[in-house]
């Protein structure tokens, strides 16, 4: 069953299908810390229903978006979901595997300024594997490996361009290791807490082509306060403040 819901950002709406397609909050603060200048080109890698170029273009930033998906049935979800917004002339959806596409296959000739992905946090045999098999695929390494999806990234950008993520806090080594080793120095990286003293759950890095060392590590972005309740930015994020 399919459900309707608002984004909460220039009117967009988006479909989803409860339990087995849905996007959650790695995804919308994701979205959030990227950087893409308005004619900047954008490659979002394991896009699930389309959720961050539909974000990344309701605010306004990017050019030219092109999502790839490996599951066809979530990339027809995210097809129609980029139809229901009228985006379809600014953002396009490819069926295929990350590990394999090339620019020629996503319609380019010049590599993408930006490449974004929200990649499986777990390693097989880690915790809980759903049994739903596109929630599997989501957060386990069932299909791609971290260092498959960041080499993707590095593939597809040109040399100064910059690859964003976010991944679980806890495998921060893992991912900055695998950054270098493709030649993709982290340059901004931002702690996400889900209380104000509570221990990080979440990391978004943003490393560039070629660059050269010196990490920029911004404030710590908290979810909720003491009351529970969401915090002011956490709330501009939701489109439930200016």
Known sequence: ??????????????????????FSLDAVLLA?????????????LGTGTGVI???????????????????PEL???AERNIRLNGLSERVRVVTGDLRQVTLADLG?????DVATANPPFRKPGTGRLSPRAGRAIARHELQCTLDEVVRAGCRLVRHG???SLVYLAERLVDLVTSL???????????????RPNGRAKLVLVEA?????????????????????LYTSEMRAIYGLEP
Do not use: N, Y
């Open 208 to 228: 560039r082509a070629g660059g050269r060392g010196g990490l920029t590590v911004e404030a710590d972005l908290v979810v909720r306060g003491a009351d529970g």
């Open 53 to 71: 170029p539909l974000l990344v273009a309701a605010r306004g930033g990017s050019g030219q978006i092109v999502a790839v998906e490996l599951q």
């Open 32 to 44: 959030h810390f990227i950087r893409a200048a308005p004619g900047d080109s954008l490659c979002d």
């Open 108 to 112: 380019r000739r010049e590599p993408f």
């Open 1 to 22: 069953m399919e459900r309707l819901d608002d984004l909460g950002r220039a009117g967009f709406k988006i479909i989803q299908r409860p339990g087995e397609a849905t």
């Open 75 to 77: 990339a027809d979800l």
């Open 180 to 194: 270098r080793l493709q030649g993709l120095e982290p340059k901004r990286m931002r702690v996400v807490r889900p």
């Open 161 to 163: 361009g910059r690859v």
